[in-house]
C-alpha cells in the first residue's frame, strides 16, 4: 500500500480535469457560498473502493458539492452523473498489489470540522505520489 500523506489529504467536491485558463474557475468559485458553515463528517468508518483504494468516508458535503458544480457545469470536463460521495483517500494499492485490506476496513474513525472555504487546487502526479498546489 501506498500511504497519502497527510498533506494529500482532500475532499474533491469536483474534478475539472485540465483547464486552458484558471481565472473563469476561480471566478465560478468565488460565487459558490458555503454559509453555515457547512460541517464536515468523516467517518463512521474506514472503507475500501475495490481491493486497492482504502479511503474514510465524509458526510455533510452535499450541498457544497451541489454548488461547485452548479458554478462550474460549463467548465472543464462534464461534471459526472452519479451522486456526490465524498471521502478522504488513505491508501492505494500497486498495480500489481491485492493486499488484504480486511484488518484495516470498518475499523473506526470519526472527526468533523467546520468549512466555510472552498479552494480551487491544481493536481500535478509524479513518481512520489500526487502533489496539490491550492
Known sequence: MRWTRREQWHVTLRFLGQVP??????EALSGVDVSGPATAVLGPTVGRFGQRVLHVPVAGLEGVAAAVVGRTAHLGR????????????????????????????????????????????????????????I
Not at 485558463?21 to 476561480?26: F, G, I, W
Not at 493486499?99 to 472555504?117: F, K, M, Q, Y
Open 78 to 133: 462534464p461534471p459526472e452523473d452519479r451522486p456526490f460521495t465524498g471521502h478522504i483517500t488513505l491508501a492505494r494499492a500497486g498495480k500489481t498489489g491485492r493486499p488484504d485490506l480486511r484488518s484495516v476496513d470498518g475499523a473506526p474513525v470519526e472527526a468533523r470540522w467546520e468549512v466555510d472555504v472552498v479552494s480551487l487546487v491544481q493536481s500535478s502526479l509524479s513518481r512520489a505520489g500526487a502533489g496539490y498546489e
Open 21 to 26: 485558463q484558471v481565472e473563469p474557475v476561480a
